[in-house]
């Protein structure tokens, strides 16, 4: 699948409504179905001034229309977004190759978020428009362990940061007989028996691996984010610990409550009061602490969701009110630092012996729908075109992949606010983040590169490795997807 246009959309005048699609040959399942043809919308005629002669099965012209139909939705025009929703659902259906997978999925998005902010006469438009498909609910998995285990390695895209990350952190962490992990991961801890292993095989006596997780927060209206585990994190430590022991390694495993809506602070100030304790007992112990986020700081909000909590009273709604982290995060008022900056500089002030950094390459930030459709179209393509390398039609874990991908974009498209968490910046970002926060990227060794092509050489031929000054990067057919980095404090 190639990269597609970032063009001004032309108006919908200019597209025909036939719905032949001389692309099908590139579906790969043996059981092929035409797309249906089109019949006239009951209420609203197909323009005689369009054409009969192009197609749809173009991702170039699903975008366009996705574009106009996130512009009909936005201005309330209830008669072009039926219309539009009409021909989408034609076009793509979720039983379709990748292409028109990806669009049914940003059609579902779509839907969704006209149901939510749109007018009486929308909301009845839209379930004219829906009323083909069968749930407009999401049913993401709930995992066990040894599911979840499994699912990962199915591909590089979360298999990429662990192996560059578990690299850079033996590295970093050699000859210190304790190591404190602080993990951030949207895995919930998959990366670590992988790391446990290899600790353990290098060490005659390993060193102590002290493990602290961020738990689920009780606070109101907190997100679920798949992928979704089906036990507690106690449980999975408990996992963890006898794992490590079958390895004869020592593993403390410790949950702090602590949310990514308020930057982690619950987090932050228990690993500052420890830091605290042994600054005071003149406690100096040989231990290397590592802050290793795979994934998830794109969840703590950025500047631009300050413009949806810069009028709220609600301090569950604006954490700028209840934590401060340190003077050295604290922000001016002419110009508020994001919890993300903030988050940042707070790690900073804890001196990690390293701090790796693993986070998709893309950019869905912008408070602007359009530019936000445009920028996920164009980047979540990816997982859709390489589900078929990995994994058959019509099986449980490929149900599984895709509606976690569908999760990802109605997140994007369909919410606004707080409840908008898909909030991922593009690499030159955090990188800025990063050096304004008092901290220098380091590269990676050649060993680690090697390990890195290595797991990808177990995987189809489309996915590489590059290096961009001192960072990783995962590629799809060339295409920038995942970046990982390590960082030491400057």
Aim: glycine share 4%; charged share 20%.
């Amino acid at each position: 699948m190639t990269q597609f246009t970032t063009k001004i959309a032309p108006p919908l005048h200019q597209y025909n409504f036939s719905f032949s699609n001389p692309n099908n040959h590139n579906i790969m399942n043996k059981n092929q179905q035409q797309i249906p043809r089109t019949r006239q919308w009951p209420a609203f005629p197909t323009p005689k001034s369009l054409p009969t002669s192009t197609t749809f099965g173009d991702a170039t012209c699903m975008e366009q229309l996705l574009v106009h139909c996130a512009n009909a939705i936005e201005t309330n025009d209830v008669t072009l977004a039926q219309q539009i929703l009409w021909v989408l659902n034609n076009i793509a259906p979720p039983d379709g190759d990748s292409n028109q997978r990806l669009a049914g999925s940003f059609l579902r998005a779509l839907t969704a978020r006209a149901a939510n902010t749109g007018s009486s006469k929308m909301l009845a438009a839209v379930a004219d428009a829906a009323a083909n498909r069968t749930s407009l609910a999401i049913e993401t998995h709930r995992f066990s362990v040894i599911e979840l285990a499994n699912f990962v390695d199915l591909t590089p895209w979360h298999r990429f940061g662990f192996t560059a990350a578990n690299a850079a952190i033996l590295e970093a962490t050699e000859g210190f007989s304790v190591i404190h992990i602080v993990d951030l991961s949207l895995t919930h801890c998959m990366q670590i028996p992988t790391l446990i292993d290899a600790i353990a095989g290098r060490h005659e006596v390993p060193p102590i691996i002290k493990l602290t997780v961020p738990g689920a927060a009780s606070r109101e209206g907190n997100i679920n984010i798949p992928p979704l585990l089906d036990l507690s994190y106690e449980e999975l430590g408990a996992k963890l610990v006898n794992f490590a022991r079958s390895k004869n390694v020592v593993m403390e495993f410790r949950v702090v409550s602590s949310s990514y809506a308020d930057g982690f602070a619950s987090l932050i100030e228990h690993l500052r009061m420890q830091h605290i304790v042994y600054a005071a007992e003149g406690h100096h112990p040989n231990e290397a602490l590592v802050i290793n986020c795979h994934m998830m700081l794109h969840y703590i909000p950025d500047e631009t969701a300050l413009v949806h909590h810069h009028h709220e009273t609600d301090s569950n709604l604006n954490p700028f009110i209840v934590h401060d982290y340190s003077s050295s995060c604290s922000s001016s008022s002419s110009s508020p630092s994001s919890l993300r900056s903030m988050f940042l500089k707070a790690v900073r002030s804890l001196e990690p012996t390293i701090m790796v950094l693993v986070d998709e390459d893309a950019d869905l930030i912008s408070n602007n729908l359009v530019c936000r459709l445009r920028s996920a179209f164009n980047y979540l393509w990816i997982p859709y075109d390489t589900v078929d390398t990995f994994l058959p039609r019509g099986s449980k874990q490929r149900q599984w992949y895709e509606a976690d991908i569908c999760w990802k974009i109605e997140n994007v498209i369909a919410h606004e606010g707080a409840e908008r968490v898909e909030r991922v910046e593009p690499k030159s970002k955090w990188e800025q983040r990063m050096r304004n926060a008092s901290f220098h990227g380091i590269g990676f060794s050649d060993e680690s590169v090697s390990e890195v092509k290595g797991m990808l050489d177990e995987h189809a031929a489309g996915w590489g490795v590059k290096k961009e000054d001192d960072n990783l990067i995962l590629t799809w057919k060339g295409h920038n997807v995942i970046f990982a980095s390590a960082w030491l404090p400057a």
